[in-house]
């Protein structure tokens, strides 16, 4: 009696940190997958940014004006 109950809470046990260790896991894979996401946001963000920039000085420049 004291052993099965004793390898059933073994058993429990084991089981409990497997299913933690597969959510912990999928969590950083989520993660991983939204930071990966994030990043290429940014980037895109900052090249949108660079473009505009880029765009406005050159008809700045174009009509002869100074940014100054």
């Known amino acids: 009696m004291f052993k099965s109950t004793k390898s059933a809470t073994a058993n ?12 912990m896991a999928a969590s950083v894979l989520v993660i991983n997958a939204l930071s990966i996401q994030l990043g290429v946001f940014l980037i895109s963000l900052i090249s949108i940014i660079c473009i505009c920039i880029i765009t406005e000085n050159r008809n700045a420049l ?3 004006s100074s940014l100054a």
């Not at 429990?12 to 959510?23: D, G, L, W």
């Open 62 to 64: 174009w009509r002869g």
């Open 12 to 23: 429990a046990m084991v089981n409990a940190k497997a299913s933690c260790a597969a959510s």
